[in-house]
């Protein structure tokens, strides 16, 4: 019955697993292993943690359309906070890519990726996978961002001009999804979020995000049901020791180990 899914190999309880997915989708900014924990009444904290990576794995949809129109793209970095150093040279910090759909006045779907380091080889590859070709993708001056132009995109550079301006006022939509972003990762997770599993993370913020708008917390649930059963299962070994792909397990811009494979805890602050 549960061959093939997300919920195979599992000893806990589809009920409770159902329980789990109705209380991750139905809280508004989300849902702790400490507090799914609580809920369910599990006995093990690794116990609720491991579940809530299995879901965050379903929370990606195989296939996902291109954001278009115009696209804001921008970067920002999670983790400590180091003195004098220039946001782009900090290697001690994790850097996030995040595109913000224009829809208005408002923002459309959004998508993010962990990369590991801000050159073109990293960010151009994002815009190709993340915005449909012909759109309009306005970015900072950073010359990382150069190749966007040749790759069939229409791409509009908006400079900062000393202090008259600032990048919530060039960017908007993207500032302010980085500022929420880093605003869940602080409120919900308490910073307690490794980079290695950071990823997963940035799959259920978009996941959340893109389907703000719906009228039933329901069509979550449903949307987390039907994806669980799609994708291929996932081992607990899996989960704790092997990265996301596009960031090999021996990149660790914290230079720090994790031999535990659970998350250690880190200052996530909102750097502007």
């Known amino acids: 019955m549960t061959a093939g899914t997300i919920f195979q190999d599992t000893h806990i309880p589809l009920r409770l697993w159902f329980q789990a997915m109705w209380w991750v989708t139905t809280q508004k900014n989300g849902a702790s292993a400490l507090g799914l924990q609580h809920i369910l009444g599990l006995s093990r904290y690794e116990t609720a943690w491991t579940m809530l990576h299995r879901l965050r794995r379903t929370m990606v949809r195989p296939g996902r359309d291109l954001l278009s129109g115009r696209v804001e793209v921008d970067e920002c970095y999670v983790g400590g906070p180091e003195e004098d150093l220039p946001d782009r040279l900090n290697l001690d910090k994790t850097l996030v890519v995040v595109a913000a759909q224009e829809d208005g006045p408002g923002i459309g779907r959004i998508r993010m990726r962990q ?158």
């Open 115 to 272: 990369i590991p380091d801000a050159s073109s080889a990293s960010l151009v590859p994002f815009v190709q996978d993340s915005v449909a070709e012909g759109s309009v993708v306005p970015t900072d001056g950073w010359l990382g961002y150069l190749p966007v132009e040749s790759k069939g995109f229409l791409h509009q550079i908006s400079y900062l001009k000393g202090k008259q301006e600032a990048a919530s006022e060039l960017l908007p939509r993207v500032r302010l999804v980085i500022s929420l972003l880093k605003r869940w990762l602080l409120g919900t997770h308490q910073g307690a979020v490794s980079h290695k599993h950071l990823d997963y993370y940035l799959d259920e913020f978009t996941f959340r995000f893109n389907l703000r708008k719906s009228r039933s917390r329901g069509k979550l649930f449903y949307r987390l049901a039907q994806q669980a059963v799609s994708i291929d299962p996932v081992t607990r070994h899996h989960i704790v020791h092997l990265a996301r792909w596009n960031l090999p397990i021996k990149h660790n811009p914290l230079g720090r180990g994790e031999s535990s494979g659970y998350p250690i805890a880190l200052n996530i602050i909102s750097l502007s």
